[in-house]
């Protein structure tokens, strides 16, 4: 973006000496321009050692402190920083003092080489990306760390002011457990019915000490039952009103297309792979006769959701059951059974874990 700011004028011009500058002060009520925000470029030279202190105070009387300031680079910020600065190297920099205040200082304290600082007020303090860390301070720009692999969520990370290498880690895209690994999340499924979940760009993935570590979305470092008191560590997570699990997003639909059923018998539905449990997350299903449907773990009479009674050829679409309703055990088969004998078609959808 661009910044509305005044010709560029000189503070310090190839000093080779320790100097203090006052700049932008407003005496006896008869005041300069007063900025938003200035601009400094600095540069040193001959085998430079300097330090460079940003200073403001808001009446005559009072005393220069340190004054907040952001380095400039590439388009980019670093975090909000009030140390002194250290110049000890040729290569040009360009920092911005943030809301300065009636009365500003350059203090410039030399060691060897020469010093040159220009400046320029700006009109107004530019809004660049950027976003708070832990203690309010601004983070700088986000640096991709990781790719959108079987298991990985496209991933990045902000950096929390000069020499920071850790950072918060973040998911780039909404992404939900499909039981085996992480999916995208999109406006629609590929097949079945649309989606009601949406698209949120950034999610901060913390580490907590449990649930597995925030460096990877790897399926197996994850776990679900993360304690209340933690934040869950990556993607979409859902409070179940007592810990975190992991949103699941559907990968397996099994269709049911006109199979017979007996009231207090039942069919099998849906039989998970060796050693998973299924998950139902939703169904939807028409009756050729007036009943209600009832979904049973693994045999009728263990009764894990009931839809409400049809009427002769009505549907029954519960296309949202939430997180799902896992399986007691592993190899446990969805049953269906009706409360009065009908034809049931439709899909039913979860996943297997």
Known sequence: MSIPMTGRFIVANAITATATTELHTITNNNGQYYAQGILFEVVGSATPNWTLAFQGKTH???TYANWDYIQVANGMLTGVVTATLTVNDTTRRFYLLLNPPQFVQIVATRTGGTLTVYGAYTSVTPVFPQA??????????????GGDGANNAFEGRLLLGPGDTSGIRLALDNYA?????????????????????????VLPMLDTGSGGSADTN??????????GGSTPPAALWLWNGATWDRQRTA???VIVA????????????????????FRLMGYSFSASAAASLIFGDNVVGTVIFRGPLLAAAGIDSQYDLGNGILSAAANNVLKLDVSANATVTGTVWGTEE
């Not at 457990?177 to 760009?201: K, Q």
């Not at 790897?218 to 304690?227: E, H, L, N, T, W």
């Not at 009231?263 to 050693?275: L, V, Y």
């Open 132 to 145: 708070l860390g832990a203690n309010g301070q601004v983070v700088s720009a986000l640096q991709t760390t």
């Open 258 to 277: 006109a199979v017979a059923i007996t009231a207090a018998t039942g069919a099998t539905i849906w039989t998970p792979a060796s050693g998973k449990k």
């Open 251 to 253: 990968a397996k639909f």
């Open 60 to 62: 005559p009387s009072g």
């Open 177 to 201: 457990f499909n039981g085996t690994g992480w999916d995208r999340m999109v406006s629609g499924y590929a097949s079945g019915p649309a989606s009601r979940v949406g698209i949120l760009n």
């Open 218 to 227: 790897a399926a197996s470092a994850q776990a679900d039952a993360i304690g």
